[in-house]
């Protein structure tokens, strides 16, 4: 399972994990060191550094920052998450959280009561919406682009099938080799 969470990703950690074998660390050693293969590792401490508590206070930090938005699953008052969610808010980054039992999670549900996160009760309208979120922003980088550089070999080599699937939807219009914006 982690090799496949661990394909592309970035992992940051509150040690640099040069030596994997201890305890149960040990069964994860070809993952992790995958991780260090093949993905971004990302720690603020020296080999050989020690972990103490407080390093992932400072790791959720690092994470909160590089998120588009933060999901707390469960959460109690007094949490690593509940920091996780105030650095967000801090930072106007969204927080979301899924529905508890009142007395399961206590600190999802003070996130709700202060309208300090919003409520991912369908897990395919919370995906979509980050997903128009991604294509707006790759739509007004490809407009972006065009209105400075109509050149269809350039947009092609930058956007690659994109260019057709705007010229479908008419956005644009392609022209021998340049592509013009259409009013919309």
């Given at each position: 399972?982690?090799?496949?969470l661990?394909?592309?990703?970035?992992?940051?950690?509150?040690?640099?994990?040069?030596?994997?074998?201890?305890?149960?660390?040990?069964?994860?050693?070809?993952?992790?060191?995958?991780?260090?293969?093949?993905?971004?590792?990302?720690?603020?401490?020296e080999?050989?550094?020690?972990?103490?508590?407080?390093q992932?206070?400072?790791?959720?930090?690092?994470?909160v920052?590089?998120?588009e938005?933060?999901?707390?699953?469960?959460?109690?008052?007094?949490?690593g998450?509940?920091?996780?969610?105030?650095?967000?808010?801090?930072?106007?980054?969204?927080?979301?959280?899924?529905?508890?039992?009142?007395?399961?999670?206590?600190?999802?549900?003070?996130?709700?009561?202060?309208?300090?996160?919003?409520?991912?009760?369908?897990?395919?309208?919370?995906?979509?919406?980050?997903?128009?979120?991604?294509e707006?922003?790759?739509?007004?980088?490809?407009?972006?682009?065009?209105?400075?550089?109509?050149?269809?070999?350039?947009?092609?080599?930058?956007?690659?099938?994109?260019?057709?699937?705007?010229?479908?939807?008419?956005?644009?219009?392609?022209?021998?080799?340049?592509?013009?914006?259409?009013?919309?």
């Open positions: 399972m982690l090799s496949l661990f394909r592309v990703a970035v992992c940051i950690l509150t040690l640099v994990l040069l030596y994997v074998t201890l305890g149960n660390m040990a069964d994860l050693a070809p993952e992790i060191e995958q991780i260090y293969k093949n993905s971004l590792a990302l720690s603020e401490y080999p050989q550094t020690k972990a103490r508590g407080y992932f206070l400072q790791r959720n930090r690092i994470v920052g590089l998120s938005a933060l999901v707390v699953a469960q959460a109690d008052l007094q949490s998450s509940m920091q996780s969610a105030k650095i967000a808010n801090e930072c106007n980054i969204p927080v979301f959280v899924f529905p508890q039992r009142i007395s399961d999670s206590r600190g999802t549900n003070l996130l709700l009561r202060e309208a300090k996160a919003g409520l991912i009760d369908d897990i395919e309208i919370f995906a979509n919406k980050f997903a128009q979120l991604n707006k922003q790759i739509s007004d980088e490809f407009l972006d682009f065009v209105k400075n550089n109509s050149n269809l070999d350039d947009v092609l080599k930058k956007f690659g099938d994109l260019v057709y699937e705007y010229e479908l939807d008419g956005k644009i219009e392609i022209s021998g080799m340049k592509i013009l914006l259409r009013d919309l």
